[in-house]
C-alpha cells in the first residue's frame, strides 16, 4: 500500500499528491508517469510524474477530478492509501544538449510541463515558459514555473490573470522578440497542442508534445492508447507519450478522445450519487 503523505487543493478541481512509493521514486524521470489504483476494485488510470524526491522516497502526482477515480481518490486525504501505484512507465522527455527550450503547459498539462521545465533548469539550459489557463480561479504552479524560468509569460482566456489570450500569442511574442529556440515542448489540452505545433511549423522549430490518451495497463498490450504519428500506429504507453509534435494525428486523437466522455460523466455522476447516499 501507498501512503498519502501531503494532500494539496491547486485550485478547485485540481489536487496535488505526494505520496510514499520508494521504488519509483528511485527511477522516476521527467516525462514519465504511473499508474494507480485507489482501491482493488477500481480502475487502472494514468497520472504524470509531477515531481520525484529520491531520498525520501516519495512521488507527487497531480490531477484534475473529472471523472469517478478520480473523485474516489480526491476523497482519500493524508495517511490513507491508495491501493497500487506502479512504474515509472513510459520513456522519459530528452533533454540533453538542450539549451534554449520554450516550455508551452496548459491547464492541468502544467503539472507535466513543470517536472519538464526543472529538469531542463537543473541541466542549465535557459527555460522560457509559457503556462494557460481559462481565468484566475484555475491557475496552478505559477510561483513553481516561475523558480525555474527565466522567462515566465502567464495567460488566461479573460485576462483575469497575467496578458489576455492564448499560449500561442505569448509563444508567437516569444519568436518574433528575436528568441531561437532549440525546441518547444508543448503539454496541455489536444486542441491547445495542435495550434502550437502549427504555429511552430512555420517557425521551422521543433516541438515536442506529450500524448495522455485512454491508457488501461500501460505495457502496450491493450493498444488502447493508440495514436498515428508520421502515419504509423505508436503506443502512446511504451513509445511515448513524447512524440514529434508536427507528426501527431491530431483530429484523430481529438476524436478518439471523445468516445468516453459520455461515459466518464455518467461514472462521475454515479460516484457523487454514492457519495451524497452515505453521508
Known sequence: ???????????????????????????????????LRVDDEGERIPLTVADYDRANGTVTVIYQIVGATTLRLDRLGVGDCVCDFVGPLGKPTELDGLKKVAVIGGGVGCAIAFP??????????????????????????????????????LVTDDGSAGEKGLVTDALKTLVEAGNVYDEVIAIGPLVMMKFVCRLTKEYGIKTV????????DGTGMCGGCRLTIGGKMKFACVDGPDFDGHEVDFDEAIERGKMY???????????????????
Request: proline content about 3%; charged content about 30%.
Open 1 to 35: 500500500m501507498y501512503e498519502i503523505l501531503e494532500k494539496q487543493a491547486l485550485n478547485p478541481t485540481v489536487t496535488r499528491m505526494v505520496i510514499s512509493a520508494p521504488r519509483v521514486a528511485k527511477k522516476a524521470q521527467a516525462g514519465q508517469f504511473i499508474i
Open 116 to 153: 519538464v521545465a526543472k529538469k531542463l533548469h537543473e541541466l542549465g539550459a535557459t527555460v522560457h515558459s509559457v503556462i494557460g489557463f481559462r481565468n484566475r480561479d484555475l491557475v496552478i504552479l505559477e510561483n513553481e514555473f516561475k523558480a525555474v524560468s527565466e522567462k515566465l509569460k
Open 209 to 216: 508534445v506529450s500524448m495522455n490518451p485512454i491508457m488501461i
Open 261 to 279: 466522455r459520455e461515459f466518464e460523466r455518467r461514472a462521475y455522476e454515479k460516484e457523487c450519487n454514492l457519495l451524497k447516499q452515505s453521508k
